[in-house]
């Protein structure tokens, strides 16, 4: 009965007159009470009634609530084998699953375990065709996707891919694409099972397969965590395998799948071997998403070293050269990545420039390219929003046109590192390019930095001038400004700017171009750097621009005298030796020396004159002597502490007279400040000359320097003593007989020694001192000199008034030279002459000494003088010479001596004798400091063979650009992702027939629905 009652039912399916009736009669109902029995031809003809009911779309509701669905589970449970009935059910589902209203539904009413039973257990083609488009169709809707997996459904799928039927394998694809589609599940477990899958069917020769399978690998390939299992189980290979088949739709889905594998880094090498020709081909050939995908794998696969050369050698520029003239603004990117790695191949620098690779990176980073679209404000907005959906990670604080000017940077920094192509580039409008990002484009330090290395490396003494036209000092000037808060320095960037300034400085006409004051201060405020190589560049520049008289005024105002004080401070020595000559050159103009003192420059200096550094300090001594050659700056060069530094010097100083002399010129100079002369002493110059002196006696300019010197000293009355005792009439001996001899030398040397000697006699209780110490042999030689007789004179009386030197005075030709001294026609001579006379002859044991050298007729003489202190002085003396009773008296002495006591000459003899501190000042010469100029060569004057100092320039790389922008997402495939459904009733007519047909000695015969073989229809 029931089986009967079946067959009634199936009959009046057939006619599509009744199937509204049947459904709305609860015919269906029915059908799933009939569907529990175990008789399996009953169970055969519900299937077949209700894959009839099935054809109409506004019975799926009823079919689901009425446990329609439930009932070809449960003829699934119970006949999985036969094949008769499971294609009925198969079809049926199949069917159900193309509604779009009841995919989720069906799925919830348990269908999946009875595919799942269906595909695991039949053997019968038919039934696994349609079972796996049920699938197929479900999987299209992603909240079905985790239900499927979890109740077996995919990995029956994946049991499937290795049946011999094609039509199997392709629904098997069809399937495993639908499920790669859904984002939830990428990460699932069942993928470690699916992907070895898809890579086998893959390999099937059906292009319809192979799209889908690149197509589900590409998505797959979106996840990270699946990349190590689909290289593992060699998905690049058959990637390889499939782009051969040039199919476009093909080669578009590997492509963006290979931009994932790619970006994991292992699999480049592999990639760049065996596919590279052919993304370089899609590259070319492909349509715009392709061209996308064939971007990004090469610029992923140029990050990395090994495939740099090999992707130039398979065509890789002109395919990038290409993409550059895109619209698309990513792929403008990835192109400027790829042209950054692949220049940081120094194998393949010249062959980029030969390309002519420049212009296409110069229009690469243009806001307004000549190849692409506009760059519109609305275009970057555009891209900044899309980016937001997806912020990939940056390696700067950049927009996408920040991103893009650092990496077309790069690439012209990579490229001048070529040596032999500068000129090229420049000429290409790399230079230009270079500039316009520093200066206009870029905000990033790190991107003005590399801009400042490719200029650098394209600074060729061929390319200075054009560079230097273009701009390239306002370039390097705008780089080197201090950057507005919060952002910092960097060192690198300032580094290079001193490089290029300083070889801008070394040659004639870029120094011509930096001159300007805003420039110059640009340049000497790079010093704030904390690098010492920086600041020492800083110095060269300074130095340069100093050692020149077209740019030394500019230098000196822009504050190239701080700059030169802070190198000196740096330790270096080939600084300070650069620096100590370029103040050299300045020392010889006023304006430059007030500014070297007002920059407090002289404690430097003077610390530098001590230099270990031989060169150092013959350069600082140079400065600090031509510095105080001038009045205005020895005041400061005193009140700083010159004086100790040069007496140190003197004391330190072995072997080296050229320093030494040099050092008592700055002495000498300074001993003219009348303020100061008691401090130097004090500070012990006397003992410093003094070794000096030992170091190159009798040498013409030192006789002068030391003569002038003691000279000035001695003219402060409280630095005598201190003299006196530091052996300077010692040394004043000393010059004055080795002078002696040289007649020319003595004109200018005598008066200073004179004066020497008198101003030392002038020191009350030093006179003995000053015996002892040679003042009488230096005094005897000094009387031979006529314009020193004054000099002479005087301090011979100041040296008689002390009893103890009266003997010694009377010996040694004393006497004689008195005698020779008082015959000058000057008063002043003649007075201090009397003057002495009377007071040796004061001493007894010496008056027949005196009368013996002549000096009777001498006194005679003199007592007849008109000046009353003359006259009284000798006779005086003749009264003590006649008291002796010698022989030697003559006889006018005695008539002499009445006539005097009858004129009454001596009466006041005692008031005028008592005074015997008095003395006739001696006309003191003024001190003519042309006397003692500087020789030439301590005169700063310009080298015209100085060589300006330059900086050893090593090319600056800019590094490559690293993979760049994430890869695209996957391109939408072309196909349909359902498996349609073809029924025929059972005369093969379609739709089972019309109301009229005779059906009933078909169903009793039990006919079976044969689904024809190519039922299915895959896109």
């Known amino acids: 009965t029931r089986r009967v009652c079946?067959?009634?039912?199936?009959?009046l399916a057939l006619s599509s007159t009744c199937r509204a009736d049947m459904v709305s009669k609860g015919a269906v109902l029915v059908l799933h009470q009939l569907s529990l029995d175990e008789d399996t031809i009953t169970l055969h003809y519900i299937a077949s009634a209700i894959i009839r009911l099935a054809m109409e779309n506004q019975h799926m509701n009823r079919l689901i609530n009425d446990r329609g669905v439930i009932s070809l589970c449960n003829i699934c449970q119970r006949c999985p084998t036969i094949a008769s009935t499971t294609q009925l059910c198969a079809a049926a589902l199949q069917l159900l699953s193309q509604r779009t209203i009841g995919k989720p539904a069906i799925v919830q009413e348990g269908v999946v375990p009875a595919l799942v039973t269906l595909l695991r257990?039949?053997?019968?083609?038919?039934?696994?065709?349609?079972?796996?488009?049920?699938?197929?169709?479900?999987?299209?809707?992603?909240?079905?996707?985790?239900?499927?997996?979890?109740?077996?459904g995919v990995q029956s799928?994946?049991?499937?891919?290795?049946?011999?039927?094609?039509?199997?394998?392709?629904?098997?694809?069809?399937?495993?694409?639908?499920?790669?589609r859904g984002e939830s599940t990428r990460d699932h477990q069942i993928n470690l099972s699916a992907i070895p899958a898809i890579i086998r069917l893959s390999r099937l020769p059906m292009p319809v397969t192979q799209m889908r399978c690149a197509a589900s690998l590409c998505k797959l390939a979106v996840n990270a965590a699946n990349v190590p299992l689909m290289l593992s189980e060699g998905v690049v290979p058959a990637f390889i395998e499939m782009l051969k088949t040039e199919d476009a739709g093909i080669v578009k889905h590997c492509c963006s799948a290979l931009c994932n594998l790619a970006h994991q880094g292992s699999s480049c090498v592999m990639i760049a071997e065996g596919a590279g020709p052919y993304i370089i081909n899609g590259a070319q050939t492909g349509d715009v998403t392709t061209q996308q995908a064939c971007c990004a794998v090469l610029s992923i696969i140029s990050s990395h070293e090994q495939c740099r050369r090999q992707l130039c050698d398979m065509g890789a520029l002109p395919a990038l050269i290409q993409l550059a003239k895109m619209n698309d603004m990513k792929?403008?990117?990835?192109?400027?990545?790829?042209?950054?790695?692949?220049?940081?191949?120094?194998?393949?620098?010249?062959?980029?420039?030969?390309?002519?690779?420049?212009?296409?990176?110069a229009d690469l980073s243009s806001p307004s390219p000549s190849y692409a679209e506009p760059w519109t404000a609305a275009n970057e907005q555009n891209y900044t929003a899309e980016e937001e959906k997806d912020p990939a990670p940056k390696d700067h604080d950049s927009s996408y046109s920040e991103e893009n000017q650092l990496y077309c940077a790069k690439a012209l920094c990579n490229l001048g590192c070529h040596i032999g192509s500068e000129k090229r580039i420049v000429e290409q409008g790399g230079a230009y390019t270079l500039m316009m990002i520093c200066m206009l484009r870029a905000g990033n330090q790190f991107t003005k930095q590399v801009c400042a290395k490719a200029l650098l490396n394209l600074l060729?003494?061929?390319?200075?001038?054009?560079?230097?036209?273009?701009?390239?000092v306002q370039a390097a000037s705008a780089l080197s400004k201090k950057p507005l808060p919060p952002k910092n320095d960097d060192e690198k960037l300032l580094r290079v700017c001193a490089e290029i300034f300083c070889l801008l400085s070394a040659d004639e006409y870029g120094r011509s171009k930096l001159i300007k004051r805003a420039t110059l201060m640009n340049i000497f405020n790079l010093t704030r750097s904390t690098d010492r190589i920086t600041q020492s560049i800083c110095g060269k520049t300074a130095c340069n621009l100093l050692s020149f008289k077209d740019s030394q005024a500019a230098a000196v105002d822009a504050g190239a005298v701080s700059v030169l004080k802070q190198m000196c401070t740096l330790g270096d020595p080939a600084s300070e030796r650069e620096c100590s000559d370029a103040f050299f050159l300045i020392s010889g103009e006023e304006s430059y020396r007030r500014e070297i003192r007002n920059s407090q420059v002289l404690p430097v200096l003077i610390l530098l004159a001590r230099s270990k550094n031989r060169d150092t300090r013959w350069s600082c001594n140079r400065i600090l002597c031509n510095l105080a050659l001038y009045e205005s700056s020895r005041k400061a060069l005193l009140e700083t502490g010159t004086i100790p530094a040069m007496v140190a010097l003197a004391h330190e100083t072995e072997g080296d007279d050229d320093i030494v002399e040099i050092c008592l010129y700055t002495v000498a100079y300074l001993s003219l400040e009348s303020n100061y002369q008691t401090k130097m002493v004090e500070d012990g110059v006397v003992g410093a000359i003094k070794k000096i002196w030992k170091g190159k006696p009798g040498n013409a300019e030192i006789l002068k320097l030391v003569s002038l010197t003691l000279r000035s000293l001695s003219e402060s009355p409280s630095a005598r003593a201190q003299m006196i005792a530091d052996g300077s009439m010692e040394l004043l001996a000393e010059v004055v007989l080795a002078t002696s001899s040289d007649s020319a030398l003595q004109e200018s040397i005598f008066p200073h020694c004179a004066t020497t000697v008198y101003n030392l006699a002038c020191c009350r209780d030093s006179e003995e001192v000053l015996v002892e110490q040679g003042a009488l042999t230096a005094l005897r030689t000094l009387g031979q000199a006529l314009v020193c007789s004054s000099l002479v004179a005087a301090p011979l009386y100041l040296l008689s008034l002390v009893a103890s030197n009266r003997d010694k005075m009377a010996e040694g030709d004393i006497p004689e030279l008195l005698i020779k001294l008082s015959e000058v026609d000057d008063e002043a001579t003649v007075q201090n002459c009397s003057g002495t006379f009377f007071m040796l002859s004061k001493a007894t044991k010496v008056r027949e000494k005196l009368v013996e050298a002549g000096m009777v007729p001498t006194l005679i003489r003199l007592s007849k003088s008109a000046t009353e202190k003359v006259r009284i002085s000798c006779s005086e003396a003749l009264k003590n010479l006649?008291?002796?009773?010698?022989?030697?008296?003559?006889?006018?002495?005695?008539?002499?001596?009445?006539?005097?006591?009858?004129?009454?000459?001596?009466?006041?003899?005692?008031?005028?004798?008592d005074e015997k501190h008095e003395h006739e000042r001696p006309v003191i010469p003024e001190t003519d400091v042309s006397k003692v100029s500087l020789p030439d060569y301590l005169m700063p004057r310009f080298d015209t063979a100085f060589e300006a100092h330059s900086t050893t320039i090593l090319k600056r790389e800019g590094l490559g650009a690293g993979q760049g922008p994430a890869p695209p997402e996957p391109p939408?495939?072309?196909?349909?992702?359902?498996?349609?459904?073809?029924?025929?009733?059972?005369?093969?007519?379609?739709?089972?027939?019309?109301?009229?047909?005779?059906?009933t000695d078909k169903i009793m015969m039990f006919a079976k629905m044969h689904a024809p073989e190519n039922d299915l229809h895959f896109g």
Do not use: W
């Open 6 to 11: 079946a067959i009634i039912l199936h009959s």
């Open 121 to 152: 257990e039949s053997k019968d083609t038919t039934t696994l065709r349609h079972g796996l488009a049920a699938l197929c169709n479900l999987l299209t809707a992603e909240e079905n996707h985790l239900p499927i997996i979890n109740q077996g």
């Open 157 to 180: 799928v994946i049991n499937l891919c290795e049946h011999e039927h094609c039509g199997i394998q392709e629904a098997c694809a069809l399937a495993l694409f639908n499920l790669s």
């Open 331 to 361: 792929t403008r990117l990835r192109c400027a990545v790829a042209f950054a790695n692949l220049s940081y191949e120094s194998t393949v620098q010249g062959l980029m420039v030969d390309h002519d690779v420049v212009p296409v990176i």
């Open 460 to 472: 060729t003494p061929e390319n200075l001038e054009k560079l230097v036209n273009e701009d390239l």
């Open 882 to 913: 006649s008291s002796s009773g010698g022989d030697g008296i003559e006889e006018g002495t005695v008539s002499t001596l009445i006539s005097m006591s009858l004129s009454g000459a001596n009466l006041n003899t005692t008031t005028i004798m």
């Open 972 to 999: 939408t495939m072309e196909t349909r992702d359902e498996a349609p459904l073809t029924i025929e009733d059972e005369d093969g007519m379609e739709g089972a027939g019309g109301e009229d047909e005779e059906t």
